[in-house]
């Protein structure tokens, strides 16, 4: 099936530790991997993301690593501050049908981080 | 440049009532994506538009029509609403399908009675 998984579903942390978010899909062709945050109340938006043809990305605190043999893909955030406490989401442009791609969310990680 | 805008923010409607959820992009996008939320179940894909002219079915379909108007507009319509449809819907946009960042407005809020 065309779905991605992601675990774990709640993760809590202390300041300034680091929290990893893992996810994994099921179609080889998908090519387009992002991740969005999600606080209370509003709407998700981008933090990062990264293409097929690379391995690894970096921004700051936040980084993300693509193992497309293995069909996962990881979020990283070090030194985690109270402000990164939200809902994460992965996701994956999938193709369905034809030609065309749907953008496809796991079910997402709820972070707390303890001051 | 206001992004993606969904109207209404708020609705309650009875069972068996028909509304249209509206969205419009002003970023020339060429793709539109509608989602629903709910507790636990992440964001799952009801309709999308790859493009002007085209709709496809999601993951969750059932109860649900699309209109992609034109480039810019893309309206969900709930036919008979009942109360599983309760829930909080996202339209998205992205300039294309492949490999490009997804905008989200700021949901609807609908509640089923």
């Known amino acids: 099936g065309e779905n991605v998984e992601q675990h774990p579903s709640t993760l809590s942390v202390q300041e300034g530790d680091s929290a990893v978010i893992k996810c994994t899909y099921s179609d080889s062709a998908s090519n387009y991997f992002p991740w969005y945050k999600q606080e209370l109340g509003k709407r998700p938006q981008l933090i990062i993301d990264?293409?097929?043809?690379?391995g690894e990305k970096k921004d700051q605190r936040i980084a993300v690593t693509l193992n497309k043999t293995a069909k996962h893909f990881s979020l990283h955030i070090t030194e985690t501050q109270p402000e990164d406490s939200a809902v994460y989401f992965c996701?994956?442009?999938?193709?369905?049908?034809?030609?065309?791609?749907?953008?496809?969310f796991g079910k997402g990680t709820l972070l707390t981080v303890n001051p | 440049n206001a992004g993606v805008t969904q109207t209404p923010k708020f609705q309650v409607l009875k069972t068996g009532q028909s509304m249209t959820l509206q969205c419009a992009q002003d970023?020339?996008?060429?793709?539109m994506y509608w989602y629903r939320q709910d507790p636990g179940m992440g964001l799952r894909l009801i309709y999308y538009?790859?493009?002007?002219?085209?709709?496809d079915k999601g993951e969750v379909p059932n109860g649900y029509n699309v209109s992609r108007l034109n480039k810019r507009e893309f309206s969900l319509r709930l036919e008979s609403a009942a109360p599983s449809q309760t829930s909080v819907y996202f339209c998205?946009?992205?300039?294309?399908?492949?490999?490009?960042?997804?905008?989200f407005g700021q949901g609807t809020r609908l509640t089923v009675v």
């Open positions: 996701a994956a442009s999938i193709l369905s049908g034809g030609s065309n791609y749907k953008l496809t």
């Open positions: 538009s790859a493009s002007e002219g085209t709709t």
């Open positions: 970023m020339n996008h060429n793709s």
């Open positions: 990264i293409r097929s043809n690379v």
């Open positions: 998205a946009s992205r300039l294309d399908d492949r490999n490009t960042e997804a905008f």
